[in-house]
Nanobody, 121 residues
Framework: QVQLVESGGGLVQPGGSLRLSCIISGDIFSIGVMRWYRQAPGKEREFVATITTDHVKQYIASVKGRFTISRDTSKNMVYLQMDNLKPEDTAVYYC???????????????WGQGTQVTVSS
């Protein structure tokens, strides 16, 4: 089995900060690109940020300068530091990663269960 579990969500006021964490466990040989997505009620899931094995980062325009993605490959973890949060950031945030399982030749994509982020006064 391969599992991704997010944590760190919660209720925060506009302008506040949260740090999301995602830990990956299971029969893992290698972890490639890691990503964060989010989905607001009634909306489609959207890309938020990605980070490569060489720590090259990319963000959706609406979060650039406010969010920072990082990874600790030795701990099988990816993080999303969210600063200056806005009400429009309210969503369920999902961790995603390309993972090669032990004994398999190919990478495939895995998803976590999501963690709720609510930005409100």
């Amino acid at each position: 089995q391969v599992q991704l579990v997010e944590s760190g969500g919660g209720l925060v006021q506009p302008g506040g900060s949260l740090r999301l964490s995602c830990i990956i466990s299971g029969d893992i040989f290698s972890i490639g690109v890691m990503r964060w997505y989010r989905q607001a009620p009634g909306k489609e899931r959207e890309f938020v940020a990605t980070i490569t094995t060489d720590h090259v980062k990319q963000y959706i325009a609406s979060v650039k300068g406010r969010f920072t993605i990082s990874r600790d490959t030795s701990k099988n973890m990816v993080y999303l530091q969210m600063d200056n949060l806005k009400p429009e950031d309210t969503a369920v945030y999902y961790c995603n990663a390309d993972i090669r399982r032990t004994g398999t030749p190919m990478f495939r994509s895995y998803w976590g269960q999501g963690t709720q982020v609510t930005v409100s006064s």
